[in-house]
């Protein structure tokens, strides 16, 4: 019965939505991407572009296939919604995993997003008979932002401008899909010279909200952190910085690393004797 | 002659025994699994490729060890700064001495996962219930530290546990938690050995989609090891995972077993060696994992020398 539930929906993908398979790359180590969203029944193809051989063996049985340099596999995703996990019996630590969802959102924009500009929503749902929302939580739980219709291959696309930092996600009656977060840049940081480093302000206000110093230098190529604060209730905070130094400070995320503003940077010259 | 023998015998039997109480300290270490946000590359680049490296691929949570004062009372630092840029991957550097009892107060802290964890230490000697590694019917507390529960392991650094060693988790969920970062290194001088000037720690670990030198990936991430000219150095050396590492250090030449010298060592999964030599080089130089696909996906950092 399961068997000619997924012929079905293979033969009405087939027909429907050709295009809408998950594509892993089987690397050197790695399978890319290491997590794959998926719907019911779609097809999953991987494809070993590197030069050993690997296997795609499925954790609980269901397929175990040899890929030698350049092959491919196919096989059609699993029909309930779930995590299914594979690896290679070759080379250990090697692990997949698919993730079948009713309804996916696909990727957000990594980097941070100006406040007001149009962000794109899209994705696929295994029933495009019913509308799909977008809700967001931007700190007090999730409300709708944006509905889409899907077309009748399943995708769907729709578009909300970026109003603060916060974690959406798709939901197509009682199905949801993953959250994601989105960064958006809502705020401006200031940063100005003082007798023993700098003094910072975000407009906004922002109190407590976490800062990072970074330094601009050779050895790091690049801008690296090198001190952590927290803003003041006034939304102020200062560094102790030796001199010379070129130094900017970024607000950072909940997980203390993902910009969401950054100031320009400042050079502060070596002090007079 | 063989009553001279047995009488040198016994006068360095007695040496020995009497040097062990002289010498010898307890050492008490606290450390306690703690969650952590981790970014294996901060300066978001590949600089020798010259390629920007997506955030969303190298900043996730994860656990670690970190080292506490007494009773977990508050976070300190994991090594001296210059052993490992002050970061929390390897776990704290439990140093000692040959004849020294070594108690290691770990606490599970784990607030992410909620997983049970252990710590299980290569090269020393210790009793089963302080060996860390859970096997189901045989081991104790000591191998499955639920979340919010604490064990001591008693530890010794016999006549032969000198040099670099590793440790890890060896719990239920070591799988997970020795690829999130969970893992450090002993390191242990003879009875009268001079301690470095400075100490280098190098773990070659596999970290998300990154081949890693201590949690980091590519260079100016990776630790800027530091040293002056005439400096005794000493570069602890460990991998963990499940690939072998060859680690080779530019301009440098050190004398390997058998007398000969050597620029390359190959250090497989929790196999550990420190090299030392006196710093003779002024510059900026390479440290790297010479598996070139593995340099290529970070495993490299800069290693600066500077004149006296």
């Known amino acids: 019965m399961r068997r000619a539930l997924l012929l079905g929906a293979l033969a009405g993908a087939a027909v429907a939505a050709p295009a809408h398979a998950a594509d892993i790359n089987v690397l050197f180590q790695e399978f890319s991407p290491s997590a794959a969203d998926v719907l019911p029944g779609e097809t999953v193809t991987w494809s070993n572009i590197s030069e050993r051989t690997h296997t795609v063996t499925a954790d609980d049985g269901s397929y175990d296939t040899e890929l030698a340099s350049g092959a491919t596999f196919a096989t059609a995703a699993p029909s309930a919604p779930g995590v299914y996990l594979y690896h290679c019996r070759i080379h250990a630590g090697m692990t997949g995993e698919l993730d079948v969802w009713r309804v996916i959102l696909a990727p957000l924009p990594t980097a941070p997003v100006p406040a007001g500009q149009p962000v794109d929503f899209s994705g696929r749902t295994a029933d495009p008979s019913a509308p799909v929302t977008i809700e967001a939580d931007l700190g007090s739980g999730f409300h709708t932002v944006a509905t889409a219709q899907p077309a009748p291959d399943g995708t769907w696309k729709t578009t909300a401008p970026a109003q603060t930092t916060g974690d959406f996600r798709a939901v197509s009656g009682i199905d949801m899909s993953e959250t994601r977060r989105l960064v958006v840049l809502d705020r401006r940081v200031d940063i100005r010279a003082t007798k023993h480093g700098i003094h910072v302000t975000v407009t906004p206000a922002l109190p407590y909200g976490r800062l990072v110093l970074e330094r601009f230098t050779r050895e790091r190529f690049g801008w690296f952190p090198v001190a952590r604060r927290r803003l003041d209730y006034l939304s102020r905070a200062d560094f102790r910085i030796r001199r010379p130094a070129t130094v900017r400070v970024a607000i950072v995320d909940k997980d203390r690393w993902t910009p969401l503003a950054t100031s320009a940077p400042l050079h502060l010259r070596a002090a007079r004797r | ?308």
């Open chain 2, 1 to 308: 002659m063989r009553s001279i023998s047995r009488a040198l015998a016994f006068a360095g039997a007695l040496a020995l025994f009497m040097a062990a109480p002289a010498g010898a300290k307890t050492r008490d270490y606290w450390v306690a699994a703690v969650p952590t946000s981790w970014n294996i590359v901060p300066n978001g680049r590949d600089a020798i490729m010259n390629m920007p490296v997506d955030s969303a691929d190298t900043i996730f949570p994860t656990v670690v060890y970190r080292h506490y004062s007494k009773n977990w009372a508050k976070p300190l630092p994991n090594a001296v700064h210059s052993s490992a840029d002050g970061l929390l991957i390897p776990g704290p550097l439990i140093k000692a001495r040959v004849g020294d009892l070594i108690r290691v107060h770990f606490k599970n802290m784990d607030t992410l996962r909620h997983a049970p964890h252990s710590m299980h230490f290569h090269g020393v000697h210790y009793r089963p219930s302080s060996d860390g590694a859970y096997v189901p019917g045989f081991s104790g507390g000591d191998a499955d530290v639920k979340p919010g529960h604490t064990w001591t392991y008693k530890l010794r650094a016999g006549n032969d546990s000198w040099g670099v060693w590793p440790y890890h988790d060896h719990s239920p969920s070591m799988h997970d938690s020795i690829a999130g970062g969970m893992f450090g290194m002993l390191s242990i001088l003879k009875r009268h050995q001079r301690p470095p000037d400075r100490e280098f720690e190098v773990v070659f670990t596999p970290f998300g989609k990154f081949m890693s030198i201590d949690g980091r990936a590519f260079v100016g991430n990776t630790p800027v090891f530091k040293s002056r000219v005439g400096d005794i150095v000493q570069w602890d050396v460990m991998a963990m995972g499940s690939e072998h590492h060859t680690f080779h250090v530019h301009g440098h030449r050190w004398i390997g077993p058998g007398g000969i010298p050597r620029d390359t060592v190959t250090v497989g999964p929790a196999e550990s060696f420190q090299i030392r030599w006196r710093e003779d080089a002024p510059g900026t130089w390479l440290y790297h994992c010479h598996v070139e696909d593995h340099m290529m996906r970070g495993m490299i950092g800069i290693y600066r020398v500077s004149k006296r």
